[in-house]
């Protein structure tokens, strides 16, 4: 029989520009195309208090033009020469990427390294983009069943003066605060070539594309940066904190989360996979009892949000089919998990969230965006790209007794918090 | 620095499959994708949804959904163990006039997945526990997308252009009323009726150490059901229809201003794909320029133009704000009007093709990208090789073609209209832009493809 899990490595020709630009290329010519992704070390962990959402409204701002490109313009020209580009802002981070035919490939260093150069942020600008983010927050959040479930849980998880205590998108009290001057500091604080990653996938030759980044990005001078402070762990959540939302949801539904250690630790890859075993997939253990067993819930599940500052989050969720109620998807929540902590997971259980491991790795490796979004993030929170080359095998490593002992010691019912929908008929 | 010149792109085209077709009629189209460690393979079963029983509508759904929950030689979650065992995830898609299911696994194990896969779709033991089970969370679903308004405006514009004696008008699963006549027996007897390899195309793509062909024919060779030859509906256009659709306290209003469209088969398609771009596909298209940037009223909007196998749907569709959703369809109307001064620019035009030609290789770099888009174009009784012949089409194309396309298709003043928000606070403003909404509420709205109701 031959090896039945991939073996899987990406060259890395990595570099420092002198202004402290850090760029990581990996040659990929199976498509005439190149993924351009670039990492600034900052993200809603990075805000004030009074000024949250600020991460990502500034995201917003960053396409409303520098001094050679217009309002809007950044999408349009990379749409206009056949490629894509967006950007995202989550707790850890804020990334700006661009996929473009590889002879565009200057057009998008240059338009990142134009913007980093000299953006032009004006009230105007800086108005209509946060009536945007207000009509984005209504959109994904206010608008639909359970939309806000994001921010409960996360103020229910972290105290509010924590870096983790505030959803991305922010208070919309701060975003209406926020001020062309707060709009400037950030810029100025966050956004200079010392704090930032950037990397090529794609259809290039290395010391050329180097070569190109250089001339982009090199005659931009280093920033101030100044390092954040450690966050040190939280420890675990007691007195099970809860919070009830009595919505007009169209069924009740119960989220539990979890303080985890913070992302690619042994203790969180254990702990991931124990989340797997109880609630990744139909085998799963939270799927057999409450969907198919007890017929008590139309979805159930558990998953981690890996995160770099001291702590990242475990859930555990299920929606309640009609007639039945939060409580009893809770009680049957919590019951998986004492079995899950007393006997531990089978090898076979941990053997198949390994394999479902390596599947869900290996489908972002195979976008380019997504590859070099990978090799960014692990460069920027891990400061070694090359752990995207080892990560199989870490995952691999890990034996039974650390699962078990993971869901034993963090996956505690006692240490949870506790959301729940209660649905309102009007 | 001044901005970069661009070189032109290396030239690049849609990959040819290896074909080969079983002696159980089966087809087979490989793509041998170097570096794509993830193998997507999606078989096409032709399968017309409005030869399901009226009284029985979602069951082609609710068979799919049944058919990982056990197999003759896995029975019940053994199957499932069995396929999480090799890293593998099944998937499943289905229209009007096509079944996908497709299996994605990494390389390594694919051999050992591949005959799970087939067993799927060729001995699904469809017991009656599961099948029940799936009607029960068939009814919730409708439920939790009843209460979504993008389901819900997607839903309602879908019954509202295309008329109602089509099954295309319909929910693609089911209506509560159908599903809940959905039996153990008619599943089987939908399975035993309308699954047969003769019916079917897989294709496969991703970095196959080895020739994947001798595996498939292991996998799918014993597979014998005759099923009749299948035949698509071919849906005609609804009357045009403003309706406000109540979701009392909404802060947004999803909005839908559009039309019943064309397929790619149509003369019209490259030129309309154009036109769609330009006012509503790229981030400052005519729509987004004015109503996001510009204006703030919401946080995107775009022109989709999705075609099916006979026919389409094209619509302008957005989230507004509930203070500013009259003013910013009234604005849209005018937007998307080409007449004139208003038609589609060259500049416009270049840019269009730039794109639409450009995301291609992109969006094909990997195995599921190619798979995906082969399927779809199966469905839609086309070869891979559309994709090269489409974008030299493309190429082709003129401003004036695409202004017309778009001038025919979507009539500023001929268009459906599909709101869903908060009636109470949309209906007087709507009305004050001249529009007449006919109303339908949490109570009248079963009658939902009925808007005398």
Known sequence: MGRMSADVRYSLHQATLDNGLRVIINPDSSVPVVAVNLWYDVGSRDERPGRTGLAHLFEHLMFEGSAQVAAGEHLAAVQGVGGSANATTWFDRTNYFETVPTGALDLALWLEAERLATLEVTQHNLDTQRDVVLEEKRQRYDNVPYGDVLIHLVELTFPAEHPYGHPTIGSMDDLAAATLADAHRFFATHYVPNNAVLTLVGDVEPADALRRVAASFGQLARGNHVARAETPPLPPLTGVPRREVSAAVPADAVYLTWRLPPRDTVAFDAVELALAVLGDGQTSRLHRRLVRTDTIAEGAGASATGMIGGNSIGFAHARALPQVSADELEAAIVDELDRLRDRGPSADEVDRAKAQYERAWLGELARFDSRADLFSGYATLHGDPDAVNRRLDDVRSLTVDAVAQAASTILDPAQRAVLTYRKVTS | ?453
């Open chain 2, 1 to 453: 620095m001044k901005r970069p010149v661009i070189a032109p792109p290396r030239p690049w085209t849609f990959p040819a499959p290896r074909t080969a077709r079983l002696d159980n009629g089966l087809a087979v189209q490989a793509f041998h994708r170097p570096g794509q460690h993830l193998i997507n393979a999606t078989l096409v079963l032709d399968l017309p949804l409005h030869t399901e029983p009226p009284d029985s509508e979602g069951v082609s759904a609710v068979l799919q959904r049944c058919l990982d929950e056990g197999t003759a030689t896995h029975p019940g979650t053994e199957y499932a163990e069995r396929l999480e065992n090799c890293g593998a995830v099944l998937g499943a898609g289905i229209s009007y006039a096509a079944t996908h299911v497709s299996l994605e696994v990494p390389s390594t194990r694919f051999a050992a997945a591949l005959p799970l896969f087939a067993e799927a779709v060729t001995e699904p033991t469809l017991d009656d526990a599961d099948v029940r089970r799936h009607v029960a969370l068939r009814l919730a679903e409708i439920e939790q997308q009843r209460a979504h308004p993008v389901h819900r405006g997607a839903e309602a514009f879908r019954a509202a252009v295309i008329a109602g004696e089509f099954r295309a008008a319909r929910p693609v699963a089911g209506s509560a009323s159908t599903v809940e006549g959905i039996s153990t027996e008619k599943v089987r007897a939908r399975y035993h009726a309308q699954y047969g390899p003769a019916r079917g195309t897989l294709v496969l793509a991703g970095d196959f150490g080895s020739d994947p062909l001798p595996l498939v024919a292991q996998a799918f060779g014993g597979w014998h059901r005759p099923a009749a030859k299948a035949v698509a509906e071919q849906p005609g256009a609804g009357a045009q229809q403003v309706l406000l659709i109540d979701r009392p306290g909404a802060v947004q209003a999803d909005v839908r201003l559009g039309s019943f469209g064309i397929d790619r088969t149509d003369a019209r398609w490259p030129a309309l794909r154009l036109g769609a771009f330009v006012l509503g596909g790229g981030f400052l298209s005519r729509l987004n320029r004015v109503l996001r940037e510009e204006r703030g009223y919401t946080y995107g909007v775009q022109l989709t133009n999705v075609p099916a196998r006979h026919g389409g749907l094209l619509a302008v569709h957005a989230s507004f704000r509930t203070d500013v959703a009259a003013a910013a369809i009234a604005e849209a109307r005018e937007l998307i009007r080409v007449d004139g001064e208003r038609a589609i620019s060259a500049d416009e035009l270049a840019g269009a093709v730039n794109y639409l030609i450009g995301i291609t290789p992109l969006r094909c770099a990997t195995a599921a990208g190619i798979t995906d888009q082969v399927a779809a174009l199966i469905e839609a009784g086309l070869d891979a090789d559309f994709v090269n012949r489409h974008a030299a089409q493309l190429q082709r194309v003129t401003p004036d073609e695409a202004t017309a396309a778009i001038s025919d298709l979507l009539p500023p003043d001929g268009l459906t209209l599909v709101v869903v928000g908060d009636a109470e606070a949309l209906a007087e403003p709507l009305r004050a832009q001249g529009l007449d909404p006919t109303v339908v509420t949490e109570r009248s709205g079963a009658g939902l493809s009925d808007p005398s109701a």
